[in-house]
T-cell receptor
Framework: GAGVSQTPSNKVTEKGKYVELRCDPI?????LYWYRQSLGQGPEFLIY????????DSGLPNDRFFAVRPEGSVSTLKIQRTERGDSAVYLC??????????FGPGTRLTVL | AQRVTQPEKLLSVFKGAPVELKCNYS??????LFWYVQYSRQRLQLLLR??SRESIKGFTADLNKGETSFHLKKPFAQEEDSAMYYC???????????FGEGTQLTVNP
């Protein structure tokens, strides 16, 4: 079966613009996670969904970041007024509750 | 707050030599520990988890609660082991993973 997919694979934007990053989890996985990986660092947790609701959004760095999962499947990470410091690889993972997280290939975001 | 430390950013060994990738953690409860691996141009994938106590691709890792460590070991490294390795921790009651900064392992021929 298909793994976690993320689109786009690369996104280049200008400072101040709005971006949306999409994650398609493995079918049937109710848990979905977003992580951010800056250059030379390990992934850092952003937000976790169980079904449609955000069970833990304590990793979102500020109110410019927002994520939704309206139907409990696909999720979109939204970043407003992008800053150069937002440049990173954004990783999505999905799992059955409490079980192994499967990661997507990531979206590389570059803010010029 | 929980923290995972991987003291070596780079580690280079020769094929057939033993390898140990170090991981230390700080967490007040009983964590679940994992090793993830990312091969070149591939996605992050689970290598092993401490609760399963199994050997994957010849790698083992033992959780030492006294030393708060979860070092990854392999007695005879292979060239195909060259990759980035991340140690990660999951809280007892949570779902998020806390990752270390990673160790880039290079196995030379």
């Amino acid at each position: 079966g298909a793994g976690v997919s993320q689109t786009p694979s690369n996104k280049v934007t200008e400072k101040g613009k709005y971006v949306e990053l999409r994650c398609d989890p493995i079918s049937g996985h109710t848990a979905l996670y977003w992580y951010r990986q800056s250059l030379g660092q390990g992934p850092e947790f952003l937000i976790y969904f169980q079904g449609t609701g955000a069970a833990d959004d304590s990793g979102l760095p500020n109110d410019r970041f927002f994520a939704v999962r309206p139907e409990g499947s696909v999720s979109t990470l939204k970043i407003q007024r992008t800053e150069r410091g937002d440049s990173a690889v954004y990783l999505c993972a999905s799992s059955l509750p409490g079980l192994q997280q499967f990661f997507g290939p990531g979206t590389r975001l570059t803010v010029l | 707050a929980q923290r995972v430390t991987q003291p070596e950013k780079l580690l280079s060994v020769f094929k057939g030599a033993p390898v140990e990738l170090k991981c230390n953690y700080s967490y007040s409860g009983s964590p679940e520990l994992f090793w993830y691996v990312q091969y070149s141009r591939q996605r992050l994938q689970l290598l092993l988890r401490h609760i399963s106590r199994e050997s994957i691709k010849g790698f083992t890792a033992d959780l030492n609660k006294g030393e708060t460590s979860f070092h990854l070991k392999k007695p005879f490294a292979q060239e195909e082991d060259s990759a980035m390795y991340y140690c990660a921790l999951k809280e007892t009651s949570g779902s998020r993973l806390t990752f270390g900064e990673g160790t880039q392992l290079t196995v030379n021929p």
